[in-house]
């Protein structure tokens, strides 16, 4: 075992607290936040169960686990929900100075589309 992977291994959590792991060494039945909402889940409200450190630029980084059991199926958004989000993005790429639903998102700096925005460059 290299010192690196040593110096991160404490499956009792005596040093660190909780349980910890060196990269790639979690044992089966956990998860992090993007692995669980890859298969489908979310942590449900149950606490970290356990984390993996490694030495990453900037210093010792670190990446939370959660237990597998304990999590639950992601929600999905309601018919209404969905509707609401359309409607908001369509008002993000609705200009307010013509009217016109442009095919990018208006730039909140300009409040408005780029052919309002800089008409001299339009014409040209």
């Not at 690196?4 to 936040?33: C, E, L, V």
């Not at 980084?61 to 929600?75: F, H």
């Amino acid at each position: 075992m290299s010192r690196i992977r040593a110096a991160f291994h404490d499956p009792d959590g005596a040093r660190y607290g909780i349980p910890t792991y060196w990269w790639q060494g979690a044992p089966p039945g956990y998860a992090t936040r993007r692995q669980l909402a890859a298969a489908g889940l979310r942590p449900g409200g149950q606490p970290v169960a356990a984390q993996v450190l490694w030495a990453g630029v900037g210093g010792i980084r670190a990446a939370y686990l959660y237990r597998l059991e304990l999590a639950a199926p992601k929600r999905t958004a309601t018919p209404a929900q969905l509707r609401a989000i359309r409607a908001a993005l369509l008002a993000r790429r609705t200009c307010r100075t013509c009217g016109q639903v442009r095919p990018y998102y208006i730039p909140r700096s300009l409040g408005e589309c780029l052919t309002c925005a800089y008409p001299q460059e339009v014409a040209a």
